[in-house]
């Protein structure tokens, strides 16, 4: 790949300034009830052409962590094709990529344990806290604190409150949330936040960016922090884990514009990627498949977004055999999971449960996007606290999941015959707990033919459309949309939405859960709030169709979209999805898996595209000279 290098005037930053525009959601969504998502990630990848060394198969862990440790800043590692044994962790430190030939080529042969296989930053974020003073409004990029001693632009401050009673709580159905806040409090007291990244001091003001989410008015404060890590990327490799005692796979810790990208996770110990305390990092283009954990617990098998991470975007990834595909928690903030295919997710415990899809499953995930998913099922529980400001937009929620042997361990998976059912127990495709308020699903697809199919002793269960608390709630139904309960059973557990606000689908934009035109696939019919437009765009964070995107139509799921093979001929899939079945041979449920792997036959990755709004330089607001990549967006 080559770069060019473009100098950057002024004039031309005040015209990429400027072009600004209205939200793509401003016609559907109060001020309040969404954010700015265009330029989450990293934005623009660096292309690091350089290598500093180049190591083949035989090179001990020792070896690969001297090479990254002495990288020069902007280089990469490079391993060659073949297997590397790697008993330790591999830590990736700041403006360093580890490269691989492939993911089907480069494969890191994981047998030790530790955090990760493959770490980039460490540590935690002691609670250190200032008292904000004034500035901690919706928008406000500027923020006035009782001290600013060590305090400079490039370090990052996690902005917070003690819990808002009237809609936060580190309390759900499994009991209290004690560490939803990282240890701060002694009973999850800062669960809701954001991260955001000082970019000026003067006196006791300081400027940040992003501007903040939300207004923060319960005892706010400002927690000071360093990343350990930035700008590090793991690309176009495979880690093969083998029951040895790893947390993760891939692992992100105070990494700042960090990334994973074009890689395999094949099985995996405890969760294929974890980030904490996270900002602007990037998980895309990659295929995580299968776990040797399928129960819930310490680990879920997951790509998962915790402890404040935010403005991160998870996109055009496959995920296939895990217990949960994606999971947002303690108080995970302003993220895009977009793009994504999930499919075979089940619980090895209770195998008839419908489970995977994306879980908020800890206080308080708020303000995150969810587009352009397929995916089995969404689900804002109730376990760990609550959880805000969801908006959901031309997704697909299929509703059940294919699960198929075996059940445990590693081994050839089949589907055929006995050996592969849909799940049928708690069948919901959106389930909002009682703890879950504000949310906005549009032009979503809900439901599937193999939901509607749906048997228990080859008889149909029955279906509905809706259910919400106080009614019945049948453990075996499909139901499309749920509302108010607690723990996915039916012990009555719930209040409503909230605290007792019923009811709770309120079709329009009444600030409790917003639904509009979602395709529901048991009445075959779209649903549109009244007093709403019915014309959607594309996308609530692209500015239009992406260099990767290949030929597929675009925008490829909503109730507009005609002639494809989804539920009312309303989806094509996305890319992630068409990568699975017709390049890799992939089945539903994962007949076969893992498979053989390589982004670079999926999607094309490398483009030459300068898009203002999602470049880092940018968003600092710097006139030095910069160098435009090529790259993805």
Not at 127 to 152: C, F, H, Y
Not at 162 to 186: I, L
Not at 340 to 354: C, L, M
Request: aromatic share 10%; glycine share 12%.
């Amino acid at each position: 790949m080559k770069s060019m290098k473009i100098l950057m005037t002024a004039a031309i930053w005040i015209i990429a300034s400027g072009l600004g525009t209205a939200q793509p959601w401003a016609a559907f969504l109060l001020p309040g009830q969404a954010i700015d998502w265009s330029s989450t990630g990293v934005g623009t990848f660096p292309t690091r052409t350089v290598q500093c060394a180049q190591l083949t198969p035989g090179a001990s862990l020792a070896a690969i962590n001297a090479a990254l440790a002495s990288c020069p800043s902007g280089q990469t590692v490079n391993l060659a094709a073949g297997t590397y044994t790697i008993p330790g962790v591999l830590h990736v430190p700041s403006n360093v990529t580890l490269r691989g030939a492939g993911a089907d080529k480069t494969i890191l042969n994981a047998t030790g344990n530790g955090e990760a296989v493959i770490l980039m930053g460490a540590g935690s974020v002691p609670l250190q806290p200032r008292v904000i003073s004034s500035g901690a409004t919706a928008g406000s990029t500027q923020i006035v604190l009782g001290t600013t001693l060590g305090l400079s632009a490039g370090k990052y401050l996690v902005i917070t409150e003690t819990n808002d009673p009237s809609y936060v709580t580190a309390a759900g159905s499994g009991g209290n949330c004690n560490w939803c806040d990282g240890g701060w409090s002694k009973d999850g007291s800062y669960a809701r936040g954001q991260i955001v990244e000082v970019t000026a001091v003067s006196g006791n003001t300081v400027t940040v960016s992003p501007g903040l989410y939300t207004a923060y008015s319960h005892a706010p404060i400002a927690v000071a922090f360093n990343m350990a890590a930035s700008y590090a990327g793991v690309e176009n490799l495979q880690v093969r884990a083998n029951n040895t005692g790893y947390t993760a796979n891939f692992a992100m810790d105070l990494c700042a514009y960090c990334w994973i990208k074009a890689v395999e996770s094949n099985y995996a110990d405890g969760d294929h990627v974890a980030v904490s305390w996270g900002f602007h990092d990037e998980i895309r283009d990659s295929y995580f498949s299968n776990a040797y954990l399928h129960t819930p617990g310490t680990y879920d098998s997951d790509v998962k977004l915790v402890l404040k991470t935010s403005a991160s975007l998870v996109e055009n990834n496959i995920i296939e055999r895990t217990h949960v595909a994606v999971m947002l928690e303690w108080g995970a903030a302003g993220n895009v999971i977009a793009y994504n295919y999930t499919t075979g997710e089940f619980d090895s415990g209770s195998p008839n449960v419908v489970i995977g899809g994306l879980d908020y499953h800890g206080a308080h995930p708020q303000f995150n996007l969810v587009e352009g998913n397929v995916m089995t099922v969404f689900y804002a529980d109730s376990v760990w606290g609550s959880s805000s400001d969801t908006t959901a937009f031309r997704n697909w929620f299929v509703g059940t999941s294919h699960v198929c042997a075996p059940s445990s361990g590693r081994g050839t998976v089949s589907c055929s015959g006995k050996n592969g059912y849909y799940t049928f127990q708690a069948a919901r495709a959106v389930q909002f707990s009682y703890v879950a308020l504000r949310n906005n699903f549009i032009g979503n697809l809900v439901g599937s033919a193999q939901m509607q199919a749906l048997l228990k002793a080859n008889k149909p269960i029955p279906q509905s459309s809706r259910v919400e608390f106080p009614a019945v709630r049948t453990y075996e139904a499909a139901q499309l949309w749920s509302f108010g309960y607690g723990s996915a059973g039916d012990d009555g557990l719930g209040t409503g939405c909230g605290g007792g606000i019923s009811p709770c689908h309120l079709e329009g934009n009444s600030g409790h859960q917003l639904l509009h035109g979602n395709y529901e696939n048991l009445a075959k019919a779209t649903l549109w709030a009244s007093g709403m437009t019915s014309t959607l765009p594309a996308s609530f964070y692209l500015p239009a169709k992406p260099p990767w995107w290949g030929t597929l139509p675009y925008p490829a799921i909503g109730p507009d979209v005609k002639g494809g093979s989804g539920p009312g001929s309303h989806s094509f899939g996305n890319p992630a999805q068409t990568c699975y079945l017709k390049v890799m041979g992939g089945a539903d449920g994962g007949q076969g898996s893992p498979l053989s792997f390589n982004a670079g036959n999926c999607y094309v990755t490398d483009k030459l595209v300068f898009n203002p709004s999602r470049f880092p330089d940018f968003r600092r607001g710097s006139f030095e000279p910069v160098t435009l990549s090529l790259a993805r967006h």
